[in-house]
């Protein structure tokens, strides 16, 4: 980027649900890089209806933070659509309340915006508290008819930047305007897994660029509030559930939708000796979302010009 050339300016949004007992740990770092970068010019919290005391500790002891608050629960999908719909700027870095930064993403963010055409995300690095690696360059495996996301852990070079599948929802940058022309998470993933997938598989599929960049590192503290409130077999069935319907609203091509359906059709019949009467709990709730994914389908694919073939190479 040359002198010339205005250096683009932020917005943090950063959704929160009972995050009392982590505010203190992973806020002041994006309150740091905001002052060491003037041009992160806002930073948007949304309270998604907490019972604690989350909303009164932003409220209170963060001044520096917009605070926005759901009257009800949404979900992840939801809050996010409101602060990014909220966001004055046209780059929106998207962070979960568990997430502390740890390195100087700016830099990085400022040269792929000025060079990468038709950029849609950026993902970063994520490590736990530990140091081991999270969340870094995301494809997609099959399974028994339906698709699991996966990391490439290879040895990443820091000078470059890479095609990803995904950026995961708790840690990357965002075009507001891409966003917004593709409608935000969609709502059929509620209330939470598997939307950020389908959101970059959209972005892709319309020939955005979606990257991973490995000098972007942030430190995940893992304490979010899903697995605090929800039992293991509601998260098994709503992740299995909506790798479904991933299926259903996204993908064109008649080859993986034969093996898509061999799956189905497997499980659907070894599940019960199986005792994984989750599949079928998860079968059923994806049925009864099929007029809403008819709909968002018929939409999307209206603005599609790659295939679902080269889209699944990516990260790879």
């Known amino acids: 980027?040359?002198?010339?050339?205005?250096?683009?300016?932020?917005?943090?949004?950063?959704?929160?649900?009972?995050?009392?007992?982590?505010?203190?740990?992973?806020?002041?770092?994006?309150?740091?890089?905001?002052?060491?970068?003037?041009?992160i010019t806002e930073i948007i919290g949304i309270d998604d209806c907490s019972t604690d005391r989350t909303a009164e500790l932003l409220k209170n002891e963060y001044p520096e933070v917009?605070?926005?608050?759901?009257?009800?629960?949404?979900?992840?999908?939801?809050?996010?659509?409101?602060?990014?719909?909220?966001a004055a700027n046209e780059w929106v870095i998207l962070l979960n309340s568990d997430i502390s930064l740890s390195s100087d993403i700016?830099?990085?963010?400022?040269?792929?915006?000025?060079?990468?055409?038709?950029?849609?995300?950026?993902?970063?690095?994520?490590f736990n508290?530990?140091?081991?690696?999270?969340?870094?360059?995301?494809?997609?495996?099959?399974?028994?008819?339906l698709f699991k996301t996966r990391n490439n852990f290879s040895?990443?070079?820091?000078?470059?930047?890479?095609?990803?599948?995904?950026?995961?929802?708790?840690?990357?940058?965002?075009?507001?305007?891409?966003?917004?022309?593709?409608?935000?998470?969609?709502?059929?993933?509620?209330p939470f897994y598997w939307e950020d997938t389908d959101l970059s598989y959209r972005g892709l599929k319309r020939g955005w660029k979606v990257l991973f960049a490995p000098q972007c590192k942030?430190?995940?503290?893992?304490?979010?509030?899903?697995?605090?409130?929800?039992?293991?077999?509601?998260?098994?069935?709503i992740q299995t559930r909506n790798k479904i319907l991933f299926f259903w609203k996204n993908v064109s091509s008649i080859n993986l939708w034969l093996y898509h359906l061999s799956g189905i059709i497997f499980r659907f019949f070894t599940s019960w000796i199986a005792g994984d009467f989750v599949f079928y709990s998860a079968l059923f709730r994806a049925l009864k979302q099929i007029p809403v994914v008819v709909q968002e389908r018929h939409w999307?694919?209206?603005?599609?010009?790659?295939?679902?073939?080269i889209v699944l190479n990516s990260g790879k």
């Open 1 to 39: 980027m040359t002198n010339t050339e205005k250096l683009p300016c932020y917005s943090i949004v950063i959704p929160y649900y009972n995050n009392e007992q982590i505010i203190r740990t992973c806020l002041p770092s994006v309150i740091t890089l905001s002052k060491r970068f003037g041009r």
């Open 66 to 86: 917009t605070l926005l608050r759901n009257e009800s629960n949404l979900g992840f999908g939801k809050t996010c659509n409101r602060g990014i719909l909220a």
């Open 106 to 126: 700016i830099p990085l963010l400022d040269k792929e915006i000025s060079v990468t055409q038709d950029l849609f995300q950026i993902a970063f690095y994520s």
């Open 129 to 145: 508290e530990n140091g081991a690696r999270f969340e870094g360059q995301k494809f997609i495996i099959g399974k028994t008819g």
């Open 155 to 190: 040895e990443y070079d820091e000078n470059k930047v890479y095609d990803t599948l995904y950026a995961c929802g708790g840690h990357c940058l965002i075009s507001r305007s891409k966003f917004l022309e593709l409608k935000g998470f969609s709502s059929v993933f509620e």
């Open 218 to 237: 942030v430190t995940h503290c893992h304490r979010g509030s899903i697995r605090s409130a929800n039992s293991q077999r509601k998260i098994s069935i």
């Open 300 to 309: 999307n694919k209206k603005h599609e010009i790659v295939s679902d073939n």
